[in-house]
Nanobody, 117 residues
């Protein structure tokens, strides 16, 4: 079964940190561009960060300098290190993989991140 499984979310105070993980299984992972997305209640899903197969990273402006995306191809895993979390980072976070127009899999269940004092 081809799937992406996210984990690592939780409840954290403003200014805190979390590291999200996304484990890929069922097909080769290393040649996919991987990304993190998030969806807050009542909002559309938005792109957060991307890492290419070669390791090039890009970020949503509002998370630059606070979030870091990385990947470990040996573990078929992509990470999102989130520091200096803000209330507005509260959302369900999802990962996604693409190779050209081909998606790695359907959306997973995501992992909830709640930033609250």
């Amino acid at each position: 079964q081809v799937q992406l499984v996210e984990s690592g979310g939780g409840l954290v105070q403003p200014g805190g940190s979390l590291r999200l993980s996304c484990v890929a299984s069922g097909r080769s992972f290393s040649d996919y561009t991987m990304g993190w997305y998030r969806q807050a209640p009542g909002n559309k899903r938005e792109w957060v960060a991307t890492i290419t197969s070669g390791g090039t990273t890009t970020y949503l402006d509002s998370v630059k300098g606070r979030f870091t995306i990385s990947r470990d191809n040996a573990k078929n895993t992509v990470y999102l290190q989130m520091n200096s979390l803000k209330l507005e980072d509260t959302a369900v976070y999802y990962c996604d993989g693409r190779r050209g127009t081909i998606r790695y899999s359907d959306w997973g269940q995501g992992t909830q991140v709640t930033v609250s004092s």
